[in-house]
Nanobody
Framework: QVQLVESGGGLAQPGGSLRLSCAASGFTFSWKAMSWARQAPGKGLEWVAG????????SYADSVKGRFTISRDNAKNTLYLQMNSLKPEDTALYYCAKSTQKVVYGSSLLEYDYWGQGTQVTVSS
């Protein structure tokens, strides 16, 4: 069965960095686009970044553009999110998600059929 397991979350200071990982199994990872989404306390789920199945194309929410970088290693079935210049408003539970498509079609979450359990990121001094 499809499994997505996030790791790498934790506590970071404002301006600091964290790198999230998502280990995927149970499907052909290199055939599907992937994304990261997050949910802050008391808020809805927000799409953060997406990457095409072959890694050739990436897209970002305006709130993280220039600070976060999504990448993937198809040989290792792993998705990454490098987060730099972290802000307190980045505090959230971060999820990786498997798309039903090979490319990312904007910020809609409707094209994702499997989600991980999430990893907590807290940005605070």
């Amino acid at each position: 069965q499809v499994q997505l397991v996030e790791s790498g979350g934790g506590l970071a200071q404002p301006g600091g960095s964290l790198r999230l990982s998502c280990a995927a199994s149970g499907f052909t990872f290199s055939w599907k686009a992937m994304s990261w989404a997050r949910q802050a306390p008391g808020k809805g789920l927000e799409w953060v970044a997406g990457i095409a199945s072959d890694g050739s194309d990436t897209s970002y929410a305006d709130s993280v553009k220039g600070r976060f970088t999504i990448s993937r290693d198809n040989a290792k079935n792993t998705l990454y999110l490098q987060m730099n210049s972290l802000k307190p408003e980045d505090t959230a539970l971060y999820y990786c998600a498997k798309s039903t498509q090979k490319v990312v079609y904007g910020s809609s979450l409707l094209e994702y059929d499997y989600w991980g359990q999430g990893t907590q990121v807290t940005v605070s001094s």
